[in-house]
C-alpha cells in the first residue's frame, strides 16, 4: 500500500539549516509530482514546494523561494526539502504528498521549531 | 494569487444532521476544486477532487458541488467520525498553482 513517512524535524535555531526527508513505498515518486505542505501550530494548510514527474518543473511558495530546494532520490525513492536560513515563521509541521492537481496521500508530518 | 475563502469558520452540527461548508475563490478555478478532512493530531484526508469526484473509499454522505468561483461540501447526515476541520484546495496552471482554504471547523452541537 502506498506510504509516505517524513523524518528529519526538529528544534533549530533562527537562521539555521534542516534537511527533511520523505520515504516513499507502494509507489514509484518519478511517475508521480510530489510536493511539501506545512501547518503551522493551530493554523491551515499551505502549500510549500512541488517537483515534477520529471524534475524539470519545480514550484516553490514566494514564502520560502530562495531559502528552501526540493529534490528527490530515484533510487532510494526519497523527497528531500533543504531548509536554509530558517525564520521562526517556518515552525509547523511538513507534510509531503503525492499528485500534480491534488493530493490523495500525504505522509504523517514531522515538526520543524525555529527557536532560540 | 488565487485565494481560497471558506465560510463559516466553525459550524456547529447536530448528528444525523446536514452540514453544509462554502468555499469561494477570488477567481474561476473552473472544477479544479478539492476537499479534504483533517482531524486533530492526523494528516489530511482526500474527500473530493474535481469539485464533485469521491475519492476512493469515500462514503456516499461526502458530495462536493459547484464551478467557477463558489463551491459547496455537503455532508448528509453526520457521523460522529466527521466532527473534523475541512479545507478546500484549488489547483491551476499559474503561480502558486496550489492554494488552500483557512478551514472550516464542524463541531458537535
Known amino acids: 500500500q502506498v506510504q509516505l513517512v517524513e523524518s528529519g524535524g526538529g528544534l533549530v535555531k533562527p537562521g539555521g539549516s534542516l534537511r527533511l526527508s520523505c520515504a516513499a513505498s507502494?509507489?514509484?515518486?518519478?511517475?508521480?509530482?510530489m510536493s511539501w505542505i506545512r501547518q503551522a501550530p493551530g493554523k491551515g494548510l499551505e502549500w510549500v514546494s512541488s517537483?515534477?514527474?520529471?524534475?524539470?518543473?519545480?514550484y516553490y511558495a514566494d514564502s520560502v523561494k530562495g531559502r528552501f530546494t526540493i529534490s528527490r532520490d530515484n533510487a532510494k525513492n526519497s523527497l528531500f526539502l533543504q531548509m536554509n536560513s530558517l525564520r521562526a515563521e517556518d515552525t509547523a509541521v511538513y507534510f509531503c504528498?503525492?499528485?500534480?492537481?491534488?493530493?490523495?496521500?500525504w505522509g504523517q508530518g514531522t515538526l520543524i521549531t525555529v527557536s532560540s | 494569487e488565487i485565494v481560497m475563502t471558506q465560510s463559516p469558520a466553525t459550524l456547529s452540527v447536530s448528528p444525523g444532521e446536514r452540514a453544509t461548508l462554502s468555499c469561494r475563490a477570488s477567481q474561476s478555478v473552473s472544477s479544479n476544486l478539492a476537499w479534504y478532512q483533517q482531524k486533530p493530531g492526523q494528516a489530511p484526508r482526500l474527500l473530493i477532487y474535481d469539485a464533485s469526484t469521491r475519492a476512493t473509499g469515500i462514503p456516499a454522505r461526502f458530495s462536493g458541488s459547484g464551478s467557477g468561483t463558489e463551491f459547496t461540501l455537503t455532508i448528509s447526515s453526520l457521523q460522529s467520525e466527521d466532527f473534523a476541520v475541512y479545507y478546500c484546495?484549488?489547483?491551476?496552471?499559474?503561480?502558486?498553482?496550489?492554494?488552500f482554504g483557512q478551514g472550516t471547523k464542524v463541531e458537535i452541537k
Open positions: 507502494g509507489f514509484t515518486i518519478t511517475n508521480y509530482y
Open positions: 504528498a503525492r499528485g500534480e492537481l491534488w493530493f490523495d496521500y
Open positions: 517537483i515534477s514527474t520529471s524534475g524539470s518543473a519545480i
Open positions: 484546495q484549488q489547483y491551476n496552471n499559474w503561480a502558486p498553482r496550489w492554494t
